[in-house]
């Protein structure tokens, strides 16, 4: 994994995983345990506040 994330930075190129991906599956995973908590529909993306 580290040789990878340095590769991506010596080729100037997008790594496999990115900061957005990552918000994006998180805001997934939170928006399903609110629709669970609460019986409800959640809409993405949800609201930050």
Do not use: C, H, N, W
């Not at 609110?34 to 609201?47: D, W």
């Amino acid at each position: 994994m580290i040789e990878s994330f340095i590769e991506v930075i010596e080729k100037d190129e997008e790594p496999v995983a990115t900061g957005m991906g990552g918000r994006q599956a998180l805001e997934v995973a939170l928006a399903a345990y609110q629709s669970a908590k609460t019986g409800r529909i959640v809409k993405i993306p949800l609201e930050i506040i």
